[in-house]
């Protein structure tokens, strides 16, 4: 295994497959996975502002730039945003709405309150990992790891963290798969991944979970078939498809 400190840019150009393959192929297929666009949104956006708020603090300012509330349909107001995507360009920085800002300062305010999630953010953050596993070139970039408590931490953002709320996001967004497969690949138990679940809407509350094993043994089933699928594209070059039986008719799948 290597293990190293870089850029998160850096990480992401490497061809080693990672979670967030797995999971695009697990969700989708090989063949949607390697046809995907780049994606950006408003809420991963968000997302990546609130984990360096929470991991990486003395990092935020460094990195984004706060847009102030201003009428965008004015002449005045366009000079604004004009001005303040320049200072961005010019500093090599992310624009951070005033909205967004809000929500992130809220989050964090209620992270500080909490001493469980306090706890579970102590530990190396962000250490890309390089490692063959199942045969497969793999890479995985935990948010946080402590290998002394032994455990994985990753906070993620949601409209609401509560229990059945984050279990629906845990399978729609397949985090279930993300926990088993960096647990097993860095030598951890999985039990003891902890998501940092935090509310994007007032009042901002944030959650710790950890997955029970019957989660943590579907994450595993669906990491371990998704690893498979890629073994199979990388060895033959025949990127598959949805899963499903073809019957009745050459190219049609029962559902």
């Known amino acids: 295994m290597i293990t190293k400190?870089?850029?998160?840019?850096?990480?992401?150009?490497?061809?080693?497959?990672?979670?967030?393959?797995?999971?695009?192929?697990?969700?989708?297929s090989v063949w949607h996975f390697l046809?995907?666009?780049?994606?950006?949104?408003?809420?991963?956006?968000?997302?990546?502002?609130?984990?360096?708020?929470l991991l990486e603090p003395k990092q935020f300012y460094k990195d984004y730039i706060v847009m102030p509330k201003f009428d965008g349909r004015t002449k005045e107001g366009k000079?604004?945003?004009?001005?303040?995507?320049?200072?961005?360009?010019?500093?090599?920085?992310q624009l951070l709405d005033a909205e967004s800002y809000e929500k992130v300062m809220g989050i964090l305010e209620n992270f500080n309150k909490n001493e469980t999630a306090q706890e579970y953010t102590k530990g190396e953050?962000?250490?890309?990992?390089?490692?063959?596993?199942?045969?497969?070139?793999?890479?995985?970039?935990p948010d946080c790891i402590n290998r002394v408590q032994?455990?994985?931490?990753?906070p993620k953002t949601c409209q609401e963290n509560t229990k059945e709320a984050f279990k629906r996001d845990i399978?729609?967004?397949?985090?279930?798969l993300q926990a088993a497969f960096y647990s097993d690949a860095l030598g951890l138990p999985a039990e003891n991944f902890?998501?940092?679940?935090?509310?994007?809407?007032?009042?901002?509350?944030?959650?710790?979970?950890?997955?029970?094993?019957?989660?943590?043994?579907?994450?595993?089933?669906a990491y371990k078939q998704a690893l498979a699928e890629w073994k199979f594209y990388l060895e033959t070059g025949i990127a598959l498809g949805y899963?499903?039986?073809?019957?009745?008719?050459k190219g049609v799948i029962t559902l």
């Open 5 to 28: 400190i870089e850029p998160n840019k850096q990480y992401h150009s490497s061809d080693a497959i990672s979670a967030s393959g797995l999971k695009y192929i697990w969700k989708k």
């Open 35 to 53: 046809n995907k666009k780049p994606y950006e949104s408003d809420s991963l956006s968000l997302g990546t502002a609130v984990h360096t708020a």
């Open 79 to 93: 000079e604004q945003k004009a001005k303040f995507l320049e200072q961005a360009a010019e500093e090599n920085k």
């Open 125 to 141: 953050i962000e250490l890309s990992h390089y490692l063959t596993f199942e045969g497969v070139e793999v890479r995985v970039r």
């Open 150 to 154: 032994n455990f994985i931490s990753d």
């Open 171 to 176: 399978y729609k967004w397949g985090y279930h």
């Open 194 to 221: 902890i998501f940092i679940a935090c509310e994007t809407n007032y009042p901002y509350n944030v959650t710790c979970y950890d997955l029970s094993e019957e989660h943590i043994e579907r994450g595993r089933e």
């Open 243 to 249: 899963r499903g039986e073809e019957t009745k008719r």
